[in-house]
């Protein structure tokens, strides 16, 4: 899976857009962008994922560059509960067979705080 | 749905001690993982099962064994307790190969203390 890197902690001003970047160089066509989040002392929770496209749900949205080198996670609107650890992951999609199993490895991930 | 439950939630346990974790999901999913995350930093993967009877070695295996009990169940135990295991653990879960892009979803998590 490839390496991700994202910056240690960012700060963001209740109500307004939280934009997170992540760094995937050396991404490989058939790996996802995935975006989880922890909350102190909760498991991690799922954001949402992309392969190419830009990719938007009820929490959040996700723009690949052209070049897939790189993603930005955005919070349209960041609330205080939006206070987390968010973390950027890419791997490969698991074969229809299944084949050998995907491992998921987290970094440190960026400390987003949401300021009132 | 519960999603995915682990028990206990806290435990502390004597240096030699061994325990067993459990964890069980019920979104009928293929794959289940075995995750510790300690003070500051990221999870590091300690074993997953990719499928109902198989399991396999992550990042951090030394210390631990895993038992894949049926398609539900996924438990980890500790042998003989060490003080560098005191950690928070966290159980997860995908569909797996059957959705090859699936997303993992988690438990709340163990904490673990060994004196």
């Known amino acids: 899976d490839a390496k991700t890197t994202q910056p240690p902690s960012m700060d963001c001003a209740e109500g307004r857009a939280a934009n997170l970047p992540c760094n995937h160089s050396?991404?490989?066509?058939?790996?996802?962008v995935y975006w989880y989040r922890q909350i102190h002392s909760q498991g991690p929770q799922y954001i949402i994922h992309g392969l190419k496209n830009n990719e938007t749900n009820e929490m959040a949205s996700l723009i690949i560059t052209e070049d897939r080198k790189s993603s930005t996670l955005i919070l349209p609107h960041a609330t205080l509960r939006d206070t987390a650890v968010y973390y950027c992951i890419v791997r490969v999609a698991d074969s229809p067979l299944g084949g050998s199993a995907r491992q998921l490895t987290f970094g440190s991930g960026t400390q987003l705080t949401v300021l009132p | 749905n519960a999603g995915v439950t682990q028990t206990p939630k806290f435990q502390v346990l004597k240096t030699g001690q061994s325990m067993t974790l459990q964890c069980a999901q019920d979104m009928n999913h293929n794959s289940m993982y075995w995750y510790r995350q300690d003070p500051g930093m990221g999870l590091r993967l300690i074993y997953y099962?990719?499928?109902?009877?198989?399991?396999d070695k992550g990042e951090v295996p030394n210390g631990y064994n895993v038992s894949r009990l049926n398609k539900r169940e996924f438990s980890l135990r500790l042998e003989s307790a060490a003080p560098s295991q005191t950690s928070v653990y966290f159980c997860a879960s995908r569909a797996g190969h059957t959705r090859g892009n699936s997303p993992l979803h988690f438990g709340n998590g163990t904490r673990l203390t060994v004196t």
């Open positions: 099962s990719a499928s109902e009877g198989t399991t």
């Open positions: 050396t991404i490989s066509g058939n790996e996802y």
